[in-house]
DNA sequence: AACATTTGACCATT
DNA sequence: AATGGTCAAATGTT
């Protein structure tokens, strides 16, 4: 895992792919940088061009993610983080079609219940934070008992699963040191294209802000009413999948006023996911989260408390960016691309 | 009625 | 066999 270098065969994608990311992304990123230091009175002439800085670097991510994405199967080596799983279900039908001929049989009989193909774990990154409120629309599938844990795990997927195929999971679970943190597994990364909604809102003096597409910040979790007596062991569990989608929809404006009422204890706790690269890069393998322990592929850890529009640095991001597979953007190289 | 959640069954993996 | 991930019918909510 951690072992997986670039063959040399790659290093053109490598070349490119410091290039897409460190050099144009950096530029923009800089270029934006220095638009945000504006005073707030002449800032409100660039917000174009703030919107176009910010296509620009979402756009450079994307296609560093597709070089990176396109080389593994190129390479034949794949990093197992970066992985796709999205092309697991060939897999899957393929090992079933080798399977016994008792499961065989149970599928032909059956086909409905339980004839599901499990995907491998290939992408996934975990979070640690006191809302499973990230942005993104969800539904609830499951929940189970684990073994030796207090709290039940749930599970959810995209809601854009079947209108869009977005094959994006996400298991949370109530940490049990700390009933108020939840540990959040995502697994495979958004295909949906909720994102095109993102330009529309960047209208805020806060552009981070613009990039919590769905006003994370006041609109915090809010227990259905149908929860009961469940939302004393997991509240937000219960309710995330509803919340995204009515921000998901119509309801910028009153999504907020409609969210803010009842889980007034966050309110100082205001993370934003820069999900962007969520988005917009095939794999994230880093989610940033001021407040919030981030863990990504359960390995590399990432915290950072101080993220803010005045602190944009892309240094931050290209130190901070970790395909888990011994890809390093260094210094010298940088120089001699530039 | 449409959509979301709950929950037990089923299946894959170890 | 144990455990955990997924499915889908039943049920609840809007």
Known sequence: MGTCCWPEKLSSSKERVIKELVIQGHEFASHLQFLLQKPSGDFDGCLALVDELVGKILRSFDETLSVITSSESAGGEVCQNLASSQGDSACYDDRRSEDSGESKKRLAIKNKRGCY??????????????????????????????????????????????????????????????????????????????????????????????YNYNNIVTSHSKIPKYEKEEEEHHPFIGSSSKE????????????????????????????????????????????????????????????????TSQSLDMDFFVRSIDFDCDFHFDESELCRLQ
């Open 244 to 307: 995204p989608k009515i921000k998901q929809e119509e309801s910028k404006e009153d999504a907020p006023s409609d969210l803010t009422g009842d889980v007034s204890s966050l309110d100082s706790i205001v993370w934003k996911d820069l999900i962007p690269f969520e988005e917009s890069v095939d794999e994230p393998t880093m989610i940033l989260r001021p407040d919030c322990g981030v863990v990504v592929d359960s390995v590399h850890a990432y915290s950072c408390t101080e993220v």
């Open 117 to 210: 193909k499990r995907k491998k774990i290939s992408q996934s990154w975990t979070t640690v934070c006191p809302t499973i409120e990230d942005g993104h629309g969800w539904r609830k599938y499951g929940q189970k008992e684990i073994l030796n844990a207090k709290y039940p795990r749930s599970y959810f997927r995209c809601t854009r699963k079947h209108d869009q195929g977005c094959k994006a999971t996400k298991q949370v679970q109530r940490m049990e040191e700390n009933p108020d943190m939840y540990h959040t597994t995502y697994i495979g990364h958004h295909t949906c294209r909720d994102i095109l909604k993102a330009p529309q809102m960047i209208t805020d003096s806060d552009p981070w802000e613009s």
